[in-house]
């Protein structure tokens, strides 16, 4: 059984390595979901996670946005 765990931006933002206000351009320009508690803070479930993670790795490969969108719409 798998254990569905949500994390906080600040959790996001160790994992990935990249500063929150990336995050936050990047759920803008690549419209990757983000859950948000009741009084609006940003909650990530593991496959947001995941997406970012794989935004960070094309980024460092030198992929455009663009670029990286497309191998997003791919997968």
């Known amino acids: 059984m798998d254990i569905i765990i949500d994390l906080t931006i600040d959790q996001v ?9 990336t995050l936050r351009y990047w759920e803008a320009i690549f419209e990757v979901p983000v859950k948000r508690t009741e009084s609006g803070r940003r909650i990530y479930p593991q496959q947001t996670v995941d997406v970012m ?7 460092d490969l030198g992929f455009s946005a663009k670029g990286i969108r497309m191998r997003l719409e791919t997968k």
């Not at 933002?13 to 206000?21: L, N």
């Open 53 to 59: 993670k794989r935004i960070k790795d094309l980024s």
């Open 13 to 21: 933002s160790q994992i990935v390595g990249v500063p929150k206000t």
